[in-house]
């Protein structure tokens, strides 16, 4: 077995979904290809969290996009990560930012985005959308895909 691999806790093993929002449950292996710049593609179609003052649920398609450098994240760890938001009460605008940042923080990729696609609450949805480069090259590609990004719904 790669090296690497021993140090994912989820990966093959029985695992219970979080009851809380915990970032540690986030599992990353080695970028075998980081030379290569191409795109790594997460839909959690069934996202939920809660609304922070009514504690109602609120049902999103979330996806995640990214450029890897020298880290991917282990998706069944990524599952279990978006399964503790929930019981996790924030705001729509707030959680696909709080996605993003423990990500990043664990990930370090050269582009990462994150788009929430909310159901209807009360006659509005919100579509919160997320994104950051490092280097020159990343950051213009962020800019670029900022400026186009329309938020029309899909």
């Known amino acids: 077995m790669r090296k690497d691999l021993e140090k994912l ?15 540690a449950v986030l599992d990353a292996f080695e970028n075998r290809h980081p030379e290569r710049d191409y795109w ?13 003052k009514t504690g109602q649920p609120d049902f999103a398609t979330l996806t995640i996009r990214y450029i890897p450098a020298k880290k991917l994240v282990e998706s069944k760890s990524l599952k279990l990560y978006l399964f503790g938001f929930r019981n996790h009460g924030d705001f729509h605008e707030d959680v696909v930012n709080v996605i993003y940042d423990d990500l990043v923080k664990l990930l370090k990729p050269k582009y990462m985005e994150v788009y929430g696609k ?3 609450r009360g006659g509005i949805t919100i ?15 962020a800019a670029k895909r900022f400026e186009n990004w329309s938020g029309v719904r899909d």
Do not use: I, M, Q, W
């Open 9 to 23: 806790n989820a990966l093959g093993r029985s695992v219970a979904a979080p009851k809380d929002y915990d970032p």
């Open 40 to 52: 790594v593609t997460f839909t959690a179609p069934e996202f939920t969290t809660l609304c922070p």
């Open 118 to 120: 909310f159901a209807a």
């Open 127 to 141: 579509d919160p959308f997320v994104n950051g480069g490092a280097g020159a090259k990343y950051k213009a590609l």
